[in-house]
């Protein structure tokens, strides 16, 4: 349902986005993907093990996680949008997954369930928890002693130029300046290094790691990167605008980003933490 202030839900947003994103799944899940090895390295898999994937979208990181873990292993999906999760069991199925449990739920409202896991993974997913601390706590108190915890967040604003000049061309278009960005659910709440790490020390974690990951994101071509982002980051704004001024957003996108075509396709460099830690 709408918020107080009559804006959409995160869960409205994400259902809504779910059609695009399946849409795009090659060029966003290969972006997401790209921080896949330094996660997964971080969390230690091991067949046969029990593992919590909370925020998994439309299927990642939990579908390589239960491919991971084997037969004999168990993987666990949460994520808000029953859209997504619809993709996310297509998927599954092409890829006969049967230790794979897709479950709608709200970050916010997760607790331990009965029998804990060995692992958690939370890729681009706790910087849109209302409080990070207190679902960070709840992740915790679901793994075994020892267990860890593993989560995926993007970096600082000036290594990731999809964010820095998206924002650069949809500024004339925007009525008031975007809020604070550690203050808001969003993708680049917890940006400054060593933020999500003590967030992790102050929920009782040890041993914390922080470890920077350099990533890059690949797209066809600059039409493709231009509707990508018409469609997800920049949907609310674009939906907001008259005929004239979605072009105009639109040819500000392909031309803030032309420097970045590489031959034949067009690659974007990024930037993420890796955080780890265990119970």
């Known amino acids: 349902m709408p918020t107080n202030d009559g804006r959409r839900s995160e869960r409205e947003l994400w259902n809504e986005r779910a059609r695009a994103w399946e849409r795009w ?68 199925r092409i890829l006969g997954l049967r230790n794979l449990t897709l479950r709608s739920g709200d970050m916010n409202r997760f607790r331990p369930l009965h029998r804990r896991f060995h692992r958690a993974a939370a890729r681009y997913s706790l910087m849109f928890a209302d409080d990070i601390e207190a679902v960070l706590r709840a992740l915790r108190s679901s793994l075994v002693p020892g267990g860890i915890l593993a989560a995926a967040v993007w970096g600082p604003t000036e290594l990731n130029p999809a964010v820095s000049l998206r924002e650069e061309a949809a500024l004339p278009f925007r009525s008031a300046p975007p809020p604070d960005p550690e203050r808001t659910p969003n993708p680049m709440r917890l940006a400054r290094r060593g933020l999500l790490a003590g967030l992790f020390i102050q929920a009782g974690f040890r041993d914390v790691r922080n470890e920077a990951v350099p990533v890059a ?27 004239a001024d979605r072009r105009r957003l639109q040819a500000r996108l392909v031309s803030k980003f032309r420097r970045f075509q590489a031959g034949p396709v067009v690659r974007v460099p990024a930037h993420a933490w890796v955080v780890a830690g265990k119970r």
Do not use: H
């Not at 231009?226 to 997800?232: K, M, N, P, T």
């Open 25 to 92: 799944e090659p060029a966003l899940m290969n972006g997401l993907a790209a921080v896949n090895p330094i996660l997964f390295r971080a969390l230690d898999l091991k067949p046969g093990q029990r593992v919590l994937d909370l925020g998994s979208g439309t299927g990642d990181p939990a579908l390589a996680l239960a491919q991971w873990v084997g037969a004999r292993g168990r993987v666990l999906g949460i994520d808000n949008s029953n859209a997504m999760l619809a993709v996310a069991k297509r998927r599954a």
């Open 217 to 243: 994101t690949v797209y066809s071509d600059l039409e493709e990167f231009a509707q990508i982002q018409l469609g997800s980051s920049l949907a609310e704004l674009y939906e907001s605008l008259g005929a």
